[in-house]
């Protein structure tokens, strides 16, 4: 089975422009969560998605948004962004659902690395 | 609101034993988790503690007691690979809080 994988890796933007970054969960994992992990600290919680949906989401402005896609896939928008945004963004995805003991641990992509100028 | 607090830095030589503290202040949880991270990489998960008590997963382990607030990880027979961050995160439903990491050295 293959494991949560990130595009793109590394990316580079200016004040003010628009990033979106993608997610292709594990097989088998039909919740994907988006965390915001700056250098030396430990990731923030931004949004999940379950079956397509927004079902959590943490103290992040409305111009921090997302989509879940029918294959589970996801991606996270931020626009107007700002030097603060820059961070590494982990995707990860977890078992089937609250009864699912597996929905207890996540599993991790390597992440996109943003750098705002 | 959820807090955890962990020493932001420990370190060890090869071989020994140590022991990284987890204290949170939260409203109430599933249960607390421990995540490594190696530089660059991605958080790889350790354990989870769903009750209170002692988990134990080969050289790893983990403790968690609701009552004082407080769990922490044991990493035994340390080897210079353990050298990395260790977050605890506490969860409700799946929205994970982690804390700020604490960053172990392992030496020769």
């Known amino acids: 089975e293959t494991g949560v994988t990130q595009s793109p890796t590394h990316l580079i933007k200016t004040r003010g422009q628009q990033v979106t970054l993608r997610c292709s969960s594990q097989s088998g994992h039909n919740t994907v969560s988006w965390y915001q992990q700056a250098l030396g600290q430990g990731p923030q919680f931004i949004f999940q998605y379950y079956r397509e949906e927004e079902n959590g989401r943490g103290n992040f402005p409305p111009r921090f948004s997302g989509l879940q896609f029918p294959n589970y896939s996801s991606e996270l928008n931020v626009n107007a962004l700002e030097l603060d945004d820059s961070a590494l963004y982990l995707c990860?995805?977890?078992?089937?659902?609250?009864?699912?003991?597996?929905?207890?641990?996540?599993?991790f992509g390597a992440g996109s690395r943003l750098t705002v100028l | 609101g959820q807090s955890l607090e962990q020493p932001s830095e420990v370190t060890a030589v090869e071989g020994a034993i140590v022991q990284i503290n987890c204290t949170y202040q939260t409203s109430g949880f599933y249960g607390l988790s421990w995540y490594q991270q190696h530089d660059g990489g991605a958080p790889t998960f350790l354990s989870y503690?769903?009750?209170?008590g002692l988990e134990e997963t080969g050289r790893f382990s983990s403790f968690l007691s609701r009552s004082d607030s407080y769990g922490y990880l044991l990493l035994q027979e340390l080897q210079m690979k353990d050298s990395a961050s260790y977050f605890c995160?506490?969860?409700?439903?799946?929205?994970?809080?982690f804390g700020p990491g604490t960053r172990l050295s392992v030496l020769p």
């Open positions: 995160a506490v969860n409700r439903d799946q929205n994970f809080v």
């Open positions: 503690n769903a009750l209170d």
């Open positions: 990860a995805s977890a078992g089937s659902g609250p009864e699912d003991s597996g929905a207890n641990v996540l599993t």
